[in-house]
């Protein structure tokens, strides 16, 4: 099941991992990440301890080959796994195991990682990962979920579609956006539509947060509502251009 992407954002050292399969629930399972350390998608058969133990890798410093080669070593199922990573440094490695279900396959590059399997064919990733280096305008999440849109556009899963996924790490130990869309006709549809509300409050609300250097966070309401009125007015702009 599933195709993803992975990728640091190189404007802000973010890591994002947006995810749509026909299968129930693929925010539960797939995608895994932390701030300034890296992210991960594990699909096909998935094995959720690749997300558990890749996140200790990463804070380790380890490359995202050697995570690759580790997880994959220690897991007797690897032939029917799919795995792919991005490290701190931006660097990416995959694995498609050679009993994971046609079509299957990986793309990965500096910055960025697209792989899938049960696909209509290789055009779903070569779409998704062509899309995400052509729209370096828009916002990371933006530019995520366009990817996808483009290897939806191809075929995507050949089986159809049920759920998505997206998942944002910036500068703290918890995701600054983390959107899941479990059951629906057209996911990435309804996912599109869970990001245009975010802009209504969270985002803003989000960005009030405690952090590390400020432990308080923002507490003044009025600096919370004027933040929101920018997000609308972002959202705005850019669902009528």
Not at 45 to 72: F, Q
Not at 171 to 184: G, I, K
Request: aromatic share 6%; with cysteine.
């Amino acid at each position: 099941m599933t195709w993803s992407i992975i990728a640091k954002d190189p404007e802000t050292g973010a890591f994002g991992v947006a995810v749509t399969t026909k299968f129930f629930a693929v925010g539960a399972l797939c995608p895994h990440g932390a701030a300034r350390i890296g992210a991960l998608a594990t699909q096909a058969l998935v094995n959720p301890l690749y997300g558990t133990d890749g996140i200790k890798l990463l804070a380790e410093g380890r490359s995202a080959e050697e995570i690759v080669a580790v997880l994959t070593a220690q897991d007797p199922g690897r032939g029917s796994r799919q795995l792919h990573v991005i490290d701190r440094d931006g660097r990416s490695a995959a694995h498609t195991g050679q009993d994971c279900i046609d079509w299957c396959g990986h793309l990965t590059d500096d910055g960025v990682s697209v792989a899938g399997n049960m696909l209509a064919g290789p055009a779903v990733i070569e779409a998704t990962l062509e899309t995400y280096r052509k729209r370096m305008d828009l916002p990371f999440a933006d530019r995520l979920m366009t990817s996808l849109d483009a290897g939806q556009a191809q075929g995507g899963d050949k089986r159809g579609k049920q759920s998505a996924a997206i998942r944002i790490w910036r500068d703290e130990p918890y995701p600054v956006l983390d959107l899941r869309v479990d059951d629906h006709p057209e996911p990435l549809d309804e996912l599109r539509r869970l990001y245009r509300v975010a802009h209504e409050r969270f985002l803003a609300f989000m960005d009030a947060m405690a952090t590390r250097s400020n432990p308080g966070g923002i507490t003044d309401r009025s600096w919370i509502d004027e933040r929101a009125r920018e997000y609308q007015e972002r959202i705005a702009a850019s669902t009528s251009s």
